[in-house]
């Protein structure tokens, strides 16, 4: 091939992410695919490159999309100018449980805003994987949904949770209302987390497992009861390390008697070794799970669902006997 464009933006090398996912039979999952260029630029190109399965009969594409259609493996595989890149899908069966109440309390705060390496920003990507999410879900069975989201004013340490709905089986509404989100604002976990107690409190069915889905993209630093910080702002790191302490103490009651499943997706929140031990202690032992960036989040929220399946029926991930639940 002769190139006899800019030597700048000749491609040079095409990588998918994920490189490999799990799925059910019936599930759906868009895969990326970026090229890097002479430049070290790299550019998102999933709807100008062509896509194809190595066996349509265990995996079919549309697009970028993959559907598992029978269970067994096979290869995502994706071309760009002359390049090429494959992931590894496996396909298991569909996985029966306990039908859940589950509560998500997810954070839209300002840093949602930020952009990651393919030009999408993190409530973009967070969203793409809650529709996948909601698409697990089993109204036959019964499971059913709620949704909360939280940010907060720091100056005033005023909380702002915006419960979108209760606990339903109508998952096309709870995630119309989830997508018209916009992100803004601080991080007030615990007024949240008194939300999802409330809802639970007052609409838990009998035989229902209680499963609350945190997510958050940074430490929470609004305080409960509004109490109102100095001007100078040099106390910062005892409002934080306060706020954190709140909802460890929420936490600590939902857990309690294996009375609620706790999962937390974590998203940059490793900078502080202590604030990152403390977020990953919110959640139920095996189900925290942490985002390296942006592009993973949909592979987290599109999987999670699955993972507590087979983790209850299997009795792997877990170190408490949810039998109980």
């Given at each position: 091939m002769c190139y006899t464009g800019d030597n700048a933006r000749q491609a040079l090398s095409l990588s998918i992410k994920p490189t490999s996912a799990t799925l059910s039979?019936?599930?759906?999952?868009?895969?990326?695919?970026?090229?890097?260029?002479?430049?070290?630029?790299?550019?998102?190109?999933?709807?100008?490159?062509?896509?194809?399965?190595?066996?349509?009969?265990?995996?079919?594409?549309?697009?970028?999309?993959?559907?598992?259609?029978a269970v067994g493996t096979a290869y995502v595989q994706v071309l760009y100018e002359g390049l090429g890149?494959?992931?590894?899908?496996?396909?298991?069966?569909?996985?029966?449980?306990?039908?859940?109440?589950?509560?998500?309390?997810f954070d839209r705060s300002d840093s949602m805003n930020t952009r990651g390496s393919g030009g999408r920003t993190r409530i973009e990507?967070?969203?793409?994987?809650?529709?996948?999410?909601?698409?697990?879900?089993?109204?036959?069975?019964?499971?059913?949904?709620?949704?909360?989201?939280?940010?907060?004013?720091?100056?005033?340490?005023?909380?702002?949770?915006?419960r979108l709905s209760d606990l339903t089986t109508d998952y096309a509404k709870v995630e119309g209302l989830a997508l018209a989100m916009v992100a803004y604002g601080a991080t007030g976990i615990a007024d949240a987390l008194d939300a999802?107690?409330?809802?639970?409190?007052?609409?838990?069915?009998?035989?229902?497992?209680?499963?609350?889905?945190?997510?958050?993209?940074?430490?929470?630093?609004?305080l409960e009861g509004g109490d109102i910080p100095d001007d100078t702002g040099s106390n910062t790191a005892a409002i934080r390390t306060a706020a954190m302490a709140a909802v460890t103490s929420r936490m600590t009651t939902f857990k309690?008697?294996?009375?609620?499943?706790?999962?937390?997706?974590?998203l940059d929140v490793s900078g502080?070794?202590?604030?990152?031990?403390?977020?990953?202690s919110w959640a139920t032992t095996?189900?925290?799970?942490?985002?390296g960036d942006t592009?993973?989040?949909?592979?987290?929220?599109s999987t999670v669902l699955h993972s507590i399946c087979k983790a209850v029926t299997s009795g792997d991930g877990l170190s408490i006997g949810l039998d109980n639940v």
């Amino acid at each position: 091939m002769c190139y006899t464009g800019d030597n700048a933006r000749q491609a040079l090398s095409l990588s998918i992410k994920p490189t490999s996912a799990t799925l059910s039979v019936g599930q759906t999952y868009p895969f990326d695919a970026y090229v890097t260029f002479a430049d070290g630029s790299v550019e998102l190109v999933s709807d100008k490159a062509d896509w194809k399965s190595s066996d349509s009969g265990k995996v079919s594409m549309d697009g970028r999309n993959a559907t598992a259609v029978a269970v067994g493996t096979a290869y995502v595989q994706v071309l760009y100018e002359g390049l090429g890149a494959e992931a590894l899908v496996t396909v298991e069966a569909s996985c029966a449980d306990q039908p859940m109440d589950l509560v998500v309390v997810f954070d839209r705060s300002d840093s949602m805003n930020t952009r990651g390496s393919g030009g999408r920003t993190r409530i973009e990507r967070a969203k793409e994987g809650l529709s996948l999410m909601f698409d697990q879900l089993d109204s036959v069975a019964g499971d059913r949904v709620a949704f909360l989201h939280f940010g907060g004013i720091y100056n005033t340490q005023t909380p702002d949770v915006v419960r979108l709905s209760d606990l339903t089986t109508d998952y096309a509404k709870v995630e119309g209302l989830a997508l018209a989100m916009v992100a803004y604002g601080a991080t007030g976990i615990a007024d949240a987390l008194d939300a999802a107690t409330t809802i639970f409190a007052n609409q838990h069915k009998a035989g229902n497992r209680k499963v609350l889905l945190l997510f958050t993209d940074g430490y929470s630093n609004i305080l409960e009861g509004g109490d109102i910080p100095d001007d100078t702002g040099s106390n910062t790191a005892a409002i934080r390390t306060a706020a954190m302490a709140a909802v460890t103490s929420r936490m600590t009651t939902f857990k309690a008697n294996d009375d609620t499943l706790v999962i937390v997706i974590g998203l940059d929140v490793s900078g502080d070794a202590g604030h990152y031990a403390t977020v990953q202690s919110w959640a139920t032992t095996g189900f925290y799970f942490d985002a390296g960036d942006t592009e993973q989040l949909v592979t987290l929220f599109s999987t999670v669902l699955h993972s507590i399946c087979k983790a209850v029926t299997s009795g792997d991930g877990l170190s408490i006997g949810l039998d109980n639940v």
